[in-house]
């Protein structure tokens, strides 16, 4: 990447990642340079695979769940090309580290949307919530359990009624509720983890 | 049978051998049941009845050879019985008054025929057979203490060869332990009905305590000593002019959790005495007092002493009798328990003594056990503070019938134990959706466990999980039940740390849920030493308030300020709170304009303003600006908070000049409109009443017609309002002009009508009130005509003396403003010995009123003559000897006034009167001169008394006062002077003239 090249890119992301300043902007760059060397070039340098991704995820945030990785990955990969490109980690990483409410409501919802069908179906609710319960109760079915839960969160969220979540009734769910941003599983960074990874990577900001 | 009558029943002097049995109920009772028991013995047990004696049975009997009839041998005076044994002998002979029995047939049919004698002969029967067991089957059957095996070897027996004698043996050792047992029983009803205890007794669980005794942590008693080693022959210690009032011994305890303690053991019970335990063991000198309340036996009161007495007894005697019950249960059954018992406890190198211990031992474990299940709560935390503390009552008990939301949380509790953090937070939430503030909902948490799991979540790193927890818990902790729940399961431990995180939302909902719990004083007591109080001071911190303070910044502060307010209820933390630096972010804070903000900052203040370091910090800090402008706020409970803190600083002087500085009066006195918020209206009416003892703001008052206001609110007010509406009325009294606004507005009657009150802080206002009043002589008239006098006498026999002082103050100006006042005080009966005799009370202050309402009441000669009657001289001059100066000066003008009447004044020399008060003209405030000079003037009438005076050199004090510039003390130490100079001369005229 050319120098000028490099320097545009810096400014177009620094106006689309509305929430990071340009040096840091650049130290997310960086580290995308890092994480591209180190993956296969399949893409010619362009971005980096699942892989990686669900590998940096783990790492940086300690998130583990592969389903709900897997869908972080599809909600990065804007065009869905199976790379993540420079422009689509930082605006990504934006969301994560320092989203609105709304910004993270959307993220959220489409990460929980698992067909991508603007709706999260039980079907859904049951796939993300399967792995959910650590002890089984013994006297019951072992999918019963989830099955009720399923029930008890979509009672709890479902405010048209039909049976399933569309994101007006998420968005509604979660500003009466916050902790529901994340009913699914965890698929943000914990406070903890995104300020030692802020640290860690614009720790080395250039002045 | 052998080990009741070993121990339960009362030998008379225990030597071995022949003793004798007392005639005491107990016995009787005893010896009644063997009768029965052997009467029906040959009806119910005709096998075993057959069975003849190892040996015979010998006694010496009244029966003579004529009542024997039928199936006897009768030659003379023998008798033989025709039964005879298989070796041919007859199982009955009757020889010289000497009965020989070899069967339990012969013994049941010898009862019937001994009809009225039964009881003579079943003792002498036992007397003379002191073990009958070894006469019965054999010496191997011995009653041994500790070592009895005599059933074991039976079964072994049984086992090897079961022959028919071996088989009837056990069955009468069963049925004669039985009995035994139940002998054991019906003695130990006797016993515990009698609850004298004697020396044996005593003893024994001396040395029972002794066993468990000695250094360590299990034992139950560090040591346990009689004070003397020396036994009398009647088995008690103490000295014998004690001995007489029922005391046996004295014993110097050292308990694990309390100094050593010295108690007497007396017949009447146990009980801790006066005696100071000196290290040194000289000048130790038994004080026989009674300083406790009576128990029944060391045990019990060792257990009202020391909570670790209890807790380690317990754990002793619950592995004894584990081991009691383990052995009864492998072996025998229930009738062997006794021996059992024994044989364990020498296992357990406890050493069994005769007599009751037993008996005893039962009692006191049986007693135990079910003490030790009650709850350890009794114990208690000690605590100086006095506040009133919540107690959790279970409300719904008895309703058994399990609710919907019963079912519905029990079903979501399931997910938040067995759920990953995701479905914990699904659960969490969707519990939230019941109504978490009815009590239902609360207790069915509690009740299904949840409440134990939502504490739990609080201890891991899920912060998600945290918050869920916490938003259920603030909302639960609603519930008292539910708080101290919380309290035990170390919930405010965790809670307090959580205040560290650096989730702020997570902060605040921790604070206000501490909030919520430490509302009573364990609670925040655990705050506190677990930091909590520290950090929640730093919450306050944790902003730069000013205009551009964030919303979240002040929420956070409002939690914290919340969970301050409930902890600044205990001392301890209102001291905490200042040293963590908290009063300068209070005062910070009360600058915001935030009404739920200010609220808990200024529900904390006036926690805390009953500390003088606070009220010190609130007027330093110009607090008071804020506060004032607080009470013009429009919410109602900011206004009652702002009061409140007023009423409890302007006990100093220097902020009631504040408030008015800050034009706070004024506020204060439109507040007073509101009389339907009577909290409010009782924070406003305290802060008026305290802020009315200083002159300037009563003359602000009178500005704003406070004291027309205040009339109005005289009726109809609940206590604490009436408390503080009486006490301003009295600071206004003080101001001339103010008592004719009473009467002008009517108040004088609602005022008198008050003294006829119960509640001891409301009288004493009201006599104040009353004082005040009577000093305008037409508000006097009114007084005398509603018989305020006679109430306000009446006060006088109040057990309060604040109360009786303030009376007595206040009679003050009722007797020196009535018409007719001699005739008034005579007319109430019994009135004048009645305020005579209070002299004698303990307390300064009712003695200086009631010295000034005798000074008052003296001024009437036929008055003085009856008090004098009553004895008021030598009471008078028994007080002179006191340091106190408003003592000293009532005294002096009580004595000058006394001196008026008969030989009083010769009396007071007699009575040694004289001489201290000529030592009060030493003192340095001049009112107390003026009060002495003029009883010394009174006094010097007395030739006598000028030569006591003279003794004590009040020449020359009394020359230096000469020159004062208060007339009426010149004048009084003048005339003094010449009565000493002219008896000085009279003298010298006798003499040389």
């Known amino acids: ?207 | 049978m052998g080990v009741a009558l070993a121990r339960a029943a009362q030998w008379t002097s225990a030597g071995s051998g022949t003793g004798t049995l007392e005639i005491t109920p107990l016995n009787k009772a005893l010896l009644n049941q063997i009768i029965q028991f052997v009467e029906d013995f040959s009806t119910k047990h005709p096998q075993e009845a057959a069975f003849v004696f190892r040996e015979p049975l010998e006694w010496k009997t009244q029966l003579d050879s004529s009542v024997f009839g039928e199936g006897y041998e009768i030659n003379e005076a023998a008798v033989q019985s025709q039964a005879k044994g298989k070796d041919g002998q007859p199982l009955l002979i009757l020889s010289a008054s000497t009965l020989r029995v070899r069967s339990f047939d012969q013994l049941s049919r010898l009862l019937r025929i001994a009809m009225g004698k039964k009881l003579k002969e079943a003792q002498a029967c036992l007397e003379a057979n002191r073990d009958p067991l070894v006469k019965i089957l054999g010496p191997e059957y011995e009653t041994v203490e500790g070592e009895d095996m005599s059933i074991l070897q039976l079964f072994d027996k049984v086992k090897k060869e079961s022959d028919l004698e071996t088989e009837l043996k056990i069955k009468i050792i069963l049925l004669l332990h039985q009995l035994d047992l139940q002998l054991l029983n019906s003695s130990l009803k006797q016993i515990s009905q009698d609850v004298r205890l004697n020396p044996a007794a005593v003893n024994n669980e001396v040395n029972f305590l002794k066993n468990f005794s000695g250094q360590g942590e299990d034992t139950v008693l560090e040591s346990l000593d009689y004070t003397s080693d020396y036994m009398f022959s009647n088995g008690c210690r103490a000295p014998p002019w004690r001995q007489v009032r029922g005391e046996i011994c004295y014993l110097v305890v050292k308990p694990h959790d309390t100094d050593p303690l010295c108690i007497t053991c007396s017949t009447a019970g146990v009980f801790l005495n006066g005696v100071t335990i000196i290290t040194d063991n000289e000048g130790e000198d038994i004080d026989y007092e009674r300083k406790s309340d009576l128990y029944k036996d060391i045990v019990t009161f060792l257990r009202e002493i020391s909570p670790r007495f209890v807790e380690n007894i317990a754990k002793q005697v619950c592995i004894y009798w584990y081991l009691v019950y383990f052995f009864v249960q492998m072996f025998i059954g229930r009738n062997c328990i006794v021996n059992l018992a024994e044989r364990l406890c020498s296992l357990l190198k406890i050493t069994f003594y005769y007599s009751f211990v037993t008996i005893w031992n039962w009692r006191f474990c049986l007693f135990l056990f079910s003490k030790a299940s009650s709850s350890p709560e009794d114990v208690g935390e000690s605590s100086s503070e006095t506040d009133e503390d919540e107690q959790p009552v279970r409300r719904l008990e008895g309703n058994t019938d399990l609710s919907p939301e019963y079912w519905g949380i029990q079903k979501l509790a399931k997910y938040v134990k067995g759920g990953d953090p995701t479905a914990t937070v699904i659960a969490l939430c969707s519990m939230r959706d019941f109504n978490l503030s009815e009590e239902t909902c609360q207790l069915a948490i509690k009740d299904t466990g949840c409440l134990e799991v939502l504490i739990n979540l609080l201890d891991t790193e899920e912060i998600k999980c945290q918050t869920g927890s916490l938003k259920i818990l603030k909302e639960i902790s609603q519930n008292v039940l539910i708080r101290h729940a919380i309290a035990d399961f170390g919930g405010l431990e965790i809670m307090v740390k959580i205040l560290d995180s650096p989730d702020t939302n997570l902060k605040c909902l921790a604070a206000e849920t501490i909030a919520n719990v430490a509302r009573f004083k364990r609670a925040r007591k655990t705050v506190r030493q677990h930091g909590g109080i520290k950090r929640l001071v730093e919450l306050l911190e944790s902003i730069s308030v000013g205009s551009s303070y964030q919303a979240k910044d002040s929420e956070t502060a409002r939690c914290a300020a919340l969970a301050l307010w409930s902890c600044s209820k205990s001392t301890k933390n209102k001291k905490a709170i200042r040293k963590a630096g908290g009063i300068p972010l209070l005062a910070r804070w009360l600058k915001c304009s935030h009404t739920n903000i200010l609220i808990p900052i200024v529900g904390t203040l006036q926690e805390c303003a009953s500390e003088p370091s606070y009220r010190l910090a609130i007027r330093t800090e110009g607090m008071i600006e804020n506060l004032v402008k607080n009470l013009s706020s429009e919410h109602e409970e900011l206004q009652m908070l702002c009061a409140s803190a007023i009423f409890k600083c302007a006990e100093d002087e220097e902020i009631r000049d504040l408030v008015r500085k800050h034009e706070g009066l004024q506020p204060l006195s439109v507040l007073l409109d509101n009389s339907e918020n009577k909290q409010l209206l009782a924070a406003v009416t305290g802060a008026i009443w305290k802020c009315a003892i200083s002159r300037e703001n009563v003359l602000k008052f009178q500005e704003y017609k406070t004291v027309e206001t205040l009339v109005t609110l005289l009726t109809n007010q609940p206590e604490e309002v009436l408390i503080n509406v009486i006490g301003a009325l009295g600071e206004c009294c003080q101001e001339e002009e103010n008592r004719g606004t009473i009467r002008r507005c009517g108040g004088i009657a609602p005022i008198v009508e008050l003294l006829t009150a119960t509640n001891q802080a409301l009288l004493v206002n009201v006599n104040k009130a009353v004082g005040g009043c009577a000093m305008d002589p037409e508000n006097m008239l009114i007084i005398d005509s509603l018989d305020g006098v006679r109430l306000l006498w009446s006060l006088l026999k109040n057990p309060n003396p604040d109360v009786q002082a303030s009376a007595a103050w206040a009679l003050c100006p009722c007797v020196e403003n009535a018409k007719n006042s001699g005739e008034m005080v005579r007319s109430l009966v019994g009135g004048l010995e009645l305020i005579v005799n209070l002299l004698k009370s303990k307390d300064k202050e009712v003695l200086t009123s009631v010295c000034a309402a005798i000074a008052n009441i003296a001024k009437d000669q036929e008055n003085l003559a009856v008090m004098t009657d009553h004895g008021v001289v030598p009471l008078l001059s028994k007080l002179t000897n006191t340091n106190n100066n408003k003592l000293r000066r009532h005294l002096a003008e009580a004595i000058a006034h006394c001196c008026m009447w008969g030989n009083n004044r010769v009396a007071f020399g007699e009575t040694k009167g004289v001489a201290p008060l000529a030592r009060y003209l030493k003192s340095k405030d001049p009112l107390v001169h003026r009060a002495t000079a003029l009883a010394l003037y009174q006094l010097s009438e007395d030739p006598n008394n000028c030569v006591i005076m003279h003794e004590n050199g009040v020449v020359k004090l009394l020359l230096a006062m000469v020159g004062s510039t208060d007339d009426t003390l010149q004048e009084a130490a003048a005339g003094c002077i010449s009565n000493i100079r002219r008896l000085a001369l009279a003298t010298e005229k006798a003499k040389y003239g």
């Not at chain 1, 048209?160 to 509604?172: V, W, Y």
Request: proline share 2%.
């Open chain 1, 1 to 207: 990447m050319s120098r000028k090249g490099g320097k545009l890119l810096l400014d177009s992301l620094t106006r689309s990642a509305k929430h990071f300043t340009k040096s840091e902007v650049e130290c997310l760059v960086k580290l995308f340079d890092t994480l591209v060397a180190k993956a296969s070039s399949q893409f010619a340098g362009a971005g980096f695979d699942r892989t990686v991704f669900r590998d940096t995820l783990y790492h940086a945030f300690g998130m583990t769940d592969d389903v709900v990785l897997d869908r972080v990955f599809s909600t990065f990969d804007k065009d869905n090309t199976g790379c993540i490109t420079v422009v689509e980690w930082v605006e990504g990483l934006a969301v994560l580290l320092r989203g609105t409410l709304e910004e993270k409501m959307k993220y959220c919802f489409a990460v929980y949307d698992l067909n991508g069908d603007g709706y999260i179906s039980k079907e859904e609710m049951f796939q993300m919530l399967k792995h959910s319960l650590l002890i089984q109760p013994a006297d019951e079915e072992p999918d019963e359990g989830v099955k009720d839960l399923v029930e008890i969160a979509l009672k709890k969220m479902d405010y048209d009624h039909d049976g399933k979540l569309s994101f007006t009734d998420f968005e509604q769910a979660v500003r009466d509720e916050n902790l529901l941003l994340e009913a699914f599983g965890p698929c943000l960074p914990d406070i903890k983890s995104s300020m030692s990874f802020e640290q860690k990577i614009f720790r080395e900001v250039p002045k």
